[in-house]
């Protein structure tokens, strides 16, 4: 069975910074691309950012580019998001995800994602 499990969420102050982490079990890891999502109260979720199986390739949402960043360890079954320069518009709960196909490109539809973490809440305050 596979898990997917988020860590590293917290409470911090605008322009602070946080690193998420999923520890992923029950699947190959090292051959899937990898999705982080966020929803916030009363909204959709939606796509933040992606890395593909091999960690070459990424691709971010517009309002977290060149804020956050994403990757991965294949050797300890993780991937990360480092949230730098944090504003208040980032509180949300963050989702980690695997994508369905094996060698999958990197995608930003929900759809694509089989597998989805718990989640874990970041709030970050003005």
């Known amino acids: 069975q596979v898990q997917l ?3 590293g969420g917290g409470l911090v102050q605008a322009g602070g910074s946080l690193r998420l982490s999923c520890a992923a079990s029950g699947r190959t ?3 899937y691309a990898m999705g982080w999502f966020r929803q916030a109260p009363g909204k959709e979720r939606e796509f933040v950012a992606g890395i593909s199986w091999s960690g070459g390739k990424t691709l971010y949402a517009d309002s977290v580019k060149g ?7 294949n050797a300890k079954n993780t991937v990360y998001l480092q949230m730098d320069n944090l504003k208040p518009e980032d509180t949300a709960v963050y989702y980690c995800a695997s994508e369905r196909r094996k060698f999958g490109a990197v995608v930003a539809a929900q759809d694509d994602y089989d597998y989805w973490g ?3 809440q970041v709030t970050v305050s003005s």
């Open 29 to 31: 890891f090292s051959t």
């Open 67 to 73: 804020r956050f960043t994403i990757s991965r360890d």
């Open 118 to 120: 718990q989640g874990t």
């Open 5 to 7: 499990v988020e860590s």
